[in-house]
């Protein structure tokens, strides 16, 4: 007898199918998008950085495709006790990606070189005093220690936990300047190591780890590196730290006395490094101004961004106030420390005010 036959069922082609005749917008468009532009016509920025970190808000309709053994999976909102209705509405302002990070940083890299090289060449360094080749050796030397911790332990353990592309892109970049500057500040001390004569090149470390105007400082960057909330790392560096104790020596100190004493290199590199803040402080008053408008959880951010504050805020001020000292040192003196620190606290409270986020009191202390 014979069995019976199975036929097989195979899925038949139907090349009329109900999605295949829709127009939908940019249907017949080679560009098209999975988010809708900021303008008319999406950037090359938009282009590489939206959607391209994936969240289960948006197109992951079954959630994350992967997870931690131990935890959720993918980029948990609950990494932060901020919270956004839409996290994906923040991009940066400085529309920084892959080409933007290798095209600057080159060009600043060049633009040092070339003014060492000229420095050596014009022996440059032949009218420093000793007093200001201690000053260098000593302080600017130490300062390095600060950038390379901030590059390396905070923003690096940042960039990977913000829930969007656009955020973790800003905050990669971020390292890069920190690191990029750490570097600029190692290479420019072997450089005068050589340059000048009783330059010591070593005595930087022993200022960052015992000198007492510094410890407090070092203490200051090392608690930021310690911090498990990568919003807070991220504020309590750039909103707090940075404006009280970094914008304070770079350009309330370095850049106010390197020329009455008569170097004109120095303020180059350190120039170089305010410039990066400025780009950092661009992307980061954008994120959090996004937070503290939010229209669900507005109120909410600015009660935990308040906290933050309370607690960052003295930790920077003590820092800062420790580094005072440092004034009197030079020779030329330009300005006080007392010059110096209002014009950071007026930045501090003019940064405060763009986040509509209360003055601390230890400003007016």
């Given at each position: ?184 500040l190692a290479l420019y001390n ?32 090392e608690r930021l590196t310690a ?91 003590r820092a800062a106030q420790e ?43």
């Amino acid at each position: 007898m014979a069995s019976p036959t199975t036929e097989r069922s195979f899925p038949k082609p139907n090349h009329g199918a109900e999605a295949g005749l829709l127009d939908f917008p940019s249907s017949k468009s080679r560009t098209y998008n999975y988010f809708t532009p900021a303008k008319l016509r999406a950037t090359m920025y938009e282009d590489v950085t939206v959607d391209v970190q994936p969240d289960p808000d948006r197109h992951l309709t079954q959630g994350w495709i992967y997870g931690f053994g131990d935890g959720p999976g993918g980029y948990p909102k609950e990494w932060t006790e901020l919270r956004s209705a839409n996290w994906h509405a923040f991009l940066d302002p400085n529309e920084e990606w892959e080409q933007t990070i290798f095209r600057n940083n080159s060009n600043i890299v060049r633009q040092i070189q070339l003014n060492l090289a000229n420095a050596k060449k014009a022996n440059a360094y032949a009218g420093w005093s000793a007093g200001w080749v201690r000053f260098v050796e000593k302080h600017i030397g130490a300062w390095m220690h600060a950038e390379h911790g901030l590059g390396m332990h905070v923003f690096m353990s940042e960039q990977r936990s913000a829930p969007t592309n656009m955020i973790n892109n800003a905050i990669a970049v971020n390292s890069t300047h920190k690191l990029r500057f750490a570097q600029d500040l190692a290479l420019y001390n072997l450089d005068l190591t050589e340059s000048i004569d009783g330059f010591d090149g070593t005595v930087h470390r022993s200022a960052w780890h015992s000198d007492a105007v510094w410890q407090g400082v070092r203490e200051n960057v090392e608690r930021l590196t310690a911090i498990g909330d990568w919003a807070e790392s991220l504020f309590a560096t750039n909103v707090v730290f940075e404006p009280l104790v970094g914008v304070l020596f770079r350009s309330g100190l370095v850049m106010q006395i390197a020329a009455r004493n008569g170097d004109y290199v120095t303020p180059t590199l350190v120039g170089a490094g305010e410039n990066d803040y400025d780009r950092d402080h661009r992307y980061t008053r954008a994120l959090f101004s996004l937070l503290t408008k939010d229209p669900e959880h507005g109120e909410h951010n600015k009660r935990v961004l308040g906290e933050w504050l309370e607690r960052w805020v003295p930790v920077s001020v003590r820092a800062a106030q420790e580094l005072q000292p440092i004034w009197s040192q030079p020779h030329e003196k330009v300005l006080t420390f007392a010059d110096s620190w209002s014009a950071a606290v007026d930045a501090f409270r003019e940064f405060l005010t763009d986040l509509d986020l209360p003055e601390p009191k230890e400003l007016s202390a």
